[in-house]
């Protein structure tokens, strides 16, 4: 049994901060892991994911240079600090898993596992 649990969400003003956490347990295989979000209305859109072994991060082009992705092996709990948030940012993010390559190009056709999402909203 896998679970992806995420932690950290809630209410922020425009240029404010806060710190996503997905605690993962269960036994499985990733090569990736990464944050995907989805707002009201439109499509599921990456945001970030990092390599498991190496650590290497990638990054949507609309949080580039104000999100940071990280990982805690250890724990098993990935991170997305958020920093200069703005209210486009607000969103359901979902923290996912992949055994493959694919999600750090930006797709979820392969995603393995799942967190129920949590909610991010920033009022202006």
């Known amino acids: 049994q896998v679970q992806l649990v995420e932690s950290g969400g809630g209410l922020v003003q425009a240029g404010g901060s806060l710190r996503l956490s997905c605690v993962a347990s269960g036994r499985f295989s990733r090569y990736a892991m990464a944050w995907f979000r989805q707002a009201p209305g439109k499509e599921r859109e990456f945001v970030a994911a990092?390599?498991?072994?190496?650590?290497?991060?990638y990054y949507a082009d609309s949080v580039k240079g104000r999100f940071t992705i990280s990982r805690d092996s250890a724990k098993n709990t990935m991170y997305l600090q958020m920093y200069s948030l703005k209210p486009e940012d607000t969103a359901v993010y979902y923290c996912?898993?992949?055994?493959?390559?694919?999600?750090?190009?930006?797709?979820?056709?392969?995603?393995?596992?799942w967190g129920k999402g949590i909610l991010v909203t920033v009022s202006s």
């Open positions: 996912a898993s992949d055994s493959d390559i694919s999600v750090v190009f930006g797709k979820d056709d392969g995603i393995d596992y």
């Open positions: 990092i390599t498991w072994s190496g650590g290497r991060e």
